[in-house]
């Protein structure tokens, strides 16, 4: 299908060769996808019921909300509720919100397009400014898999007593895995994710039935609170909850991965795939934001209604379990649901990064030197502060790399908006303007939040 002047040739890739014309809206040509692999590779049903075809979307909407849900929120949603009990509840509420929006366009761009962001963004802009955002987006990546190294590492010394730098090797290992799932087909890494997704939405399932939060308490949390601005320190683990849960690297990771279902080119087709794409992560973020509430709610219940207002670590957290809920489940099941969830987020995040590096320099590496520069540039920091500072020095060092990831949000989150309401680019598929609108607001929002959270760091 063309429109707006695009000519589209098939190519021999299985991909339509899009040619570059006064009318098409980018500045170069896009003739082969990331994950070329994985490409067009899963069916899609012609015939059948609305479930069974919307069964054939369902995954992609997993793989994202797993980032949402990684270590370095943990470690954000202990310190928000152990010091400031449900006030922050309101934050992880907005922050799922605007991700859940963020998403939804994510994955309308890839759908529309054949682009995931990093390819539109290396389509759309001039060099300089492309290896700009690439360093920008690869820094944040960094920043989320150093999350993610420490995270495996506190839960593999929690449940077998391994040395932190020791478990930090090990999770480094987990690139044999990657590869493994890699090569025995997208719908393996699907699986895994899902499991490991649901392991950790029945742990805190658990967790929260043995720490009976106070209801009232709990709704009254999710109504914003002005002291978040007044005060220095909340507006700081605040700004942690928002780069922990609406992570830049997952919007380049949505728009490529949807690309994985070889639906209709045609525009009922694309229609379709962005209706399902979209509620198969509408209602996958829903269920991550249940997990990031209910760590705020389990350490406010716990800790800041027994007056641990000092616990922010996950360590700190674990050993306090046992004790304050009565039963030692609770601890064990804290820790499983760490590992599954820094496991999770390591496979989504190589992905991330092979799509970042190819979309936005248009170079193939092969996926396992991709994830040893990633993994280096994770463990290097990660080995140096554990060696130098000690392993309490852990926590400080996760709330940190959401920090990192907030800073950077918006430039990722601009293009992103951009391309989207650009008729030029997307052609029917542009996003409404109510949700253009909104999509502008919740990008403003955070980039003035980040600003004053920069200015208030100096100062």
Same mark, same amino acid.
């Given at each position: 299908?063309?429109?707006?002047?695009?000519v589209?040739?098939?190519?021999?890739?299985?991909?339509?060769?899009?040619?570059?014309?006064?009318?098409s809206?980018?500045?170069?040509?896009?003739?082969?996808?990331?994950?070329?692999?994985?490409?067009?590779?899963?069916?899609?049903?012609?015939?059948?019921?609305?479930?069974?075809?919307?069964?054939?979307?369902?995954?992609?909407?997993?793989?994202?909300?797993?980032?949402?849900?990684?270590?370095?929120?943990?470690?954000t949603?202990?310190?928000?509720?152990?010091?400031?009990?449900?006030?922050?509840?309101?934050?992880?509420?907005?922050?799922?919100?605007?991700?859940?929006?963020?998403?939804?366009?994510?994955?309308?761009?890839?759908?529309?397009?054949?682009r995931d962001?990093?390819?539109?963004?290396? @389509?759309?802009?001039?060099?300089?400014?492309?290896?700009?955002?690439?360093?920008?987006?690869?820094?944040?990546?960094?920043?989320c898999?150093?999350?993610?190294?420490?995270?495996?590492?506190?839960?593999?010394?929690?449940?077998?007593?391994?040395?932190?730098?020791?478990?930090?090797?090990i999770?480094?290992?987990?690139?044999?895995?990657?590869?493994?799932?890699?090569?025995?087909?997208?719908?393996?890494?699907?699986?895994?994710?899902?499991?490991?997704?649901?392991?950790?939405?029945?742990?805190?399932?658990?967790?929260?039935?043995?720490?009976?939060?106070?209801?009232?308490?709990?709704?009254?949390?999710?109504?914003?609170?002005? @002291?978040?601005?007044?005060?220095?320190?909340?507006?700081?683990?605040?700004?942690?909850?928002?780069?922990?849960?609406?992570?830049?690297?997952?919007?380049y990771?949505?728009?490529?991965?949807?690309q994985?279902?070889?639906?209709? @080119?045609?525009?009922?087709g694309?229609?379709?795939?962005?209706?399902?794409?979209t509620? @198969?992560?509408?209602?996958?973020?829903?269920?991550?934001?249940?997990v990031?509430?209910?760590?705020l709610?389990?350490?406010?219940?716990?800790?800041?209604?027994?007056?641990?207002?000092?616990?922010?670590?996950?360590?700190?957290?674990?050993?306090?379990?046992?004790?304050?809920?009565?039963?030692?489940?609770?601890?064990i099941?804290?820790?499983?649901?760490?590992?599954?969830?820094?496991?999770?987020?390591?496979?989504?995040?190589?992905?991330?990064?092979?799509?970042?590096?190819?979309?936005?320099?248009?170079?193939?590496?092969?996926?396992?030197?991709?994830?040893?520069i990633?993994?280096?540039?994770?463990?290097?920091?990660?080995?140096?502060?554990?060696?130098?500072?000690?392993?309490?020095?852990?926590?400080?060092?996760?709330?940190?790399?959401?920090?990192?990831?907030?800073?950077?949000?918006?430039?990722?989150?601009?293009?992103?908006?951009?391309?989207?309401?650009?008729?030029?680019?997307?052609?029917?598929?542009?996003?409404?303007?109510?949700?253009?609108?909104?999509?502008?607001?919740?990008?403003?929002?955070?980039?003035?939040?980040?600003?004053?959270?920069?200015?208030?760091?100096?100062?």
């Amino acid at each position: 299908m063309a429109w707006q002047g695009e000519v589209i040739k098939e190519g021999g890739s299985g991909m339509g060769k899009r040619t570059k014309s006064s009318g098409s809206g980018w500045r170069h040509e896009r003739t082969e996808p990331t994950l070329a692999e994985s490409y067009k590779s899963m069916p899609v049903p012609t015939k059948g019921s609305w479930f069974r075809k919307f069964l054939a979307f369902v995954g992609p909407g997993y793989m994202v909300a797993v980032g949402y849900m990684d270590p370095g929120n943990w470690a954000t949603d202990i310190a928000g509720g152990s010091r400031f009990n449900y006030t922050l509840l309101s934050v992880v509420l907005f922050s799922n919100l605007m991700a859940v929006l963020l998403q939804s366009l994510s994955a309308r761009l890839g759908i529309a397009t054949g682009r995931d962001l990093a390819q539109a963004c290396h @389509d759309h802009y001039s060099k300089p400014v492309n290896f700009v955002l690439w360093v920008l987006c690869e820094l944040a990546i960094a920043a989320c898999d150093l999350a993610e190294i420490i995270g495996s590492a506190i839960a593999l010394k929690l449940l077998f007593g391994l040395p932190l730098l020791i478990g930090v090797i090990i999770t480094s290992l987990d690139i044999f895995i990657v590869l493994l799932l890699q090569h025995k087909g997208f719908r393996y890494i699907e699986s895994i994710v899902v499991t490991l997704f649901l392991i950790i939405l029945a742990c805190f399932g658990v967790e929260l039935f043995l720490s009976r939060p106070d209801i009232r308490e709990v709704a009254q949390g999710f109504i914003p609170s002005p @002291d978040m601005i007044r005060n220095p320190e909340m507006l700081y683990i605040a700004l942690g909850i928002l780069g922990a849960t609406v992570m830049p690297h997952n919007l380049y990771l949505h728009s490529s991965i949807v690309q994985t279902r070889n639906f209709e @080119d045609s525009l009922a087709g694309k229609k379709q795939a962005i209706r399902f794409a979209t509620l @198969d992560s509408t209602i996958a973020l829903m269920l991550a934001m249940f997990v990031n509430a209910a760590i705020l709610m389990l350490a406010a219940s716990t800790f800041y209604r027994t007056g641990h207002t000092e616990i922010a670590e996950i360590e700190d957290a674990y050993q306090m379990l046992a004790p304050l809920l009565g039963t030692g489940m609770a601890s064990i099941l804290f820790a499983v649901a760490l590992l599954a969830s820094g496991q999770n987020s390591t496979l989504t995040g190589t992905l991330a990064g092979q799509i970042v590096m190819e979309g936005f320099l248009n170079v193939r590496l092969k996926p396992w030197v991709r994830r040893l520069i990633t993994r280096l540039i994770a463990i290097i920091p990660a080995v140096a502060v554990i060696a130098i500072y000690g392993e309490k020095s852990t926590g400080e060092l996760l709330i940190l790399s959401q920090v990192i990831l907030s800073l950077q949000l918006s430039f990722a989150v601009f293009p992103l908006i951009r391309f989207t309401g650009d008729q030029r680019k997307m052609g029917p598929f542009a996003s409404p303007r109510w949700m253009h609108t909104l999509a502008w607001i919740a990008g403003t929002i955070i980039a003035i939040l980040n600003l004053y959270l920069l200015v208030t760091t100096l100062a």
